[in-house]
């Protein structure tokens, strides 16, 4: 289980005349962090800044990584990161544009102004848990067909279904829940039916 955000967030805040502008996304890989964190700047390139942070979690490789875009360093992209880390949040990417308002804010300032705005963007996105999954292939016959899929979309879901002589289904349950099924299934279908993993 990971926490990461639904959707997109956006937020502005306004400091001293300087505007921070905070997106947050959920991405799947560093390929879709850097893929927003250029669109933001495309987007925004007549801003003084763009500041980002990432972090991103597959299995046992972690990729965290920020940027103060030429902010002082450390006064930015830092305590962006920090927010992920502070919220736990995995797989999320956070741009926040700054305008310069032409008032020095000092480094609190800005720290406090990026971390702020970077809040207001994830909160903006809201935050979800996403458990892993695992993905099972199922062989059953007509006859079991309607009792396996009943017990199935009780703790998972039917992802397809293929009909021959046999019905295969492939399901998608909460890991650490497979076993538990697998032993379900055998016991509703006497051991008829056939069950394999398949990489996700």
Do not use: W
């Not at 956070?94 to 702020?116: D, N, P």
């Amino acid at each position: 289980m990971y926490r990461t955000v639904r959707s997109d967030g956006v937020a502005e805040k306004e400091l001293k005349n300087s505007v921070f502008i905070g997106h947050a996304i959920p991405i799947r890989n560093e390929e879709d962090a850097k893929a927003f964190v250029n669109s933001v700047k495309e987007r925004y390139s007549d801003a003084n800044h763009n500041v980002s942070a990432y972090l991103i979690k597959n299995g046992s490789t972690l990729v965290a990584k920020y940027d103060d875009d030429g902010e002082p360093a450390g006064s930015s992209g830092k305590p962006v990161f920090k927010v992920l880390e502070l919220k736990e949040l995995t797989n999320v990417a956070v741009v926040v544009t700054r305008y310069f308002g032409g008032i020095k804010l000092g480094f609190g300032g800005l720290s406090r102004a990026y971390r702020e705005a970077a809040v207001a963007a994830i909160e903006g996105a809201g935050i979800i848990e996403v458990h892993e999954t695992v993905t099972l292939e199922l062989k059953v016959s007509y006859s079991d067909m309607q009792p396996v899929k009943k017990l199935v979309e009780e703790c998972g879901a039917v992802l397809d279904e293929n009909y021959s002589d046999i019905v295969e289904l492939s399901v998608e349950v909460r890991k650490g829940t497979e076993d538990d099924l697998i032993s379900r299934i055998a016991d509703l279908t006497r051991n008829r039916a056939t069950v394999s993993f398949t990489d996700n």
